[in-house]
Structures are given as structure tokens and as C-alpha cells.
T-cell receptor, first 115, second 113 residues
């Protein structure tokens, strides 16, 4: 069975600080990995995704994530956060094989950026 | 935004009544998902579908059933609503096995009183 763990439940940063949010997954086969963002009152939007190739992926709004297969990790980073990055961030894993395409999410990290 | 419509957007219902939530897509995507979102729990998968009439259970399927009689519609039914099913429900769609991201609907806020 696949699962996702996000270790930081609530993060508070000042503007211009660097961000790193942890994500670990459990799955024995090939995975696709995602980070989604949810701004207050809105639905989830894709930040970035990893399917294969370069383990360092870049997404929208200056976010990036690194896939470390040996650690089953896919941590999200941003060098300098802005107040507008205040949102909830979700890591997700899609372990595939056969006909199904099950997409499982972590519990989320609530990021508050103080001006 | 991808063509996903959830209905209703808000609903208040009484304990013990049946409730059906609808997800409609215009993208002809194969995969459809129902999640519930609750504080501290993130998004939890209720059921998903990998084709017409092909569905499977997710992490929190007890008390829920689904049906997919055509590609564009995925229905979530609460046979007898309970207060623990008060939540925000999101539908998502995905186009291909393994290689595409999911797109989300706007959500349905369900309150069971």
C-alpha cells in the first residue's frame, strides 16, 4: 500500500526566509510525485510534478523539489518566500502499475508567511 | 481550469438521510477520484474510478458508495448521512496512467446536522 508523510504540520516564516517542507512516501514500485497548493477558500492547484529524469524539478512561483529515491523523499523548497505564499501545501504520490491510478495525499503543511 | 463541475457546492442535510454528490467532467479523462478534506487529515481518498463501471475503494470508504455509468459522471452517495461525514468533498480527474497530474473541482461543503 502506498502512503505519504508530511512532517511539518504548521510552518511560520518571515518574508524572504527560505522554505523547505518535508515529504516521504512509501511504495514499492514506480511512482509519480506531486506537490499541490491550496490557497484559502480555493481548490488544489498543481505546483510541480516528478515523473522521471532529472530528480530536481522546478515548478511555478519559484518552487522546486528534489526526488531522492534512496530516501523515498520529495522535499519542496523555495529560496525566498513571499506573503502571497501563505497557503496549505500537499505532497501526493501516485504509485502505478496495472489498470489503477491511485493518488494518495499527505496531511498537508500550513504555511504562514509574515510580512 | 480543467472542465470539472461539482454539484451541489453547498448542502446541509439531516442525519440518516441519503445524499448524492455529483462530479461532472468535460475532459474525457479516464480516472476520477473522490476525496474528503478535514483539518489535520489532509485529503483522504474515498473511492476512485479507472473507467466506466470500474471503481475501487480508497482509505476511508466506509459509509460511501460510488457509481460511474458514463465517462463524464462520477457520483458519490452517502447512504445514511452521519455527522462524521460533515466535510468538504473534492472530485479530481486524471487523464492517463502514471503520467499525468490530477485536476480538482471546486469542492462541495456538506454539513450533516
Amino acid at each position: 500500500a502506498q502512503s505519504v508523510s508530511q512532517h511539518n504540520h504548521h510552518v511560520i516564516l518571515s518574508e524572504a526566509a527560505s522554505l523547505e517542507l518535508g515529504c516521504n512516501y512509501s511504495y514499492g514500485g514506480t511512482v509519480n510525485l506531486f506537490w499541490y497548493v491550496q490557497y484559502p477558500g480555493q481548490h488544489l492547484q498543481l505546483l510541480l510534478k516528478y515523473f522521471s529524469g532529472d530528480p530536481l524539478v522546478k515548478g511555478i512561483k519559484g518552487f522546486e523539489a528534489e526526488f531522492i529515491k534512496s530516501k523515498f523523499s520529495f522535499n519542496l523548497r523555495k529560496p525566498s518566500v513571499q506573503w502571497s505564499d501563505t497557503a496549505e501545501y500537499f505532497c501526493a504520490v501516485n504509485g502505478y502499475g496495472g489498470a489503477t491510478n491511485k493518488l494518495i495525499f499527505g496531511t498537508g503543511t500550513l504555511l504562514a508567511v509574515q510580512p | 481550469d480543467a472542465g470539472i463541475t461539482q454539484s451541489p457546492r453547498h448542502k446541509v442535510t439531516e442525519t440518516g438521510t441519503p445524499v448524492t454528490l455529483r462530479c461532472h467532467q468535460t475532459e474525457n479523462h479516464r480516472y476520477m477520484y473522490w476525496y474528503r478534506q478535514d483539518p489535520g487529515h489532509g485529503l483522504r481518498l474515498i473511492h476512485y474510478s479507472y473507467g466506466v463501471k470500474d471503481t475501487d475503494k480508497g482509505e476511508v470508504s466506509d459509509g460511501y458508495s460510488v457509481s460511474r455509468s458514463k465517462t463524464e459522471d462520477f457520483l458519490l452517495t452517502l447512504e445514511s448521512a452521519t455527522s462524521s461525514q460533515t466535510s468538504v468533498y473534492f472530485c479530481a480527474i486524471s487523464g492517463g496512467q502514471g503520467n499525468t497530474e490530477a485536476f480538482f473541482g471546486q469542492g462541495t461543503r456538506l454539513t450533516v446536522v
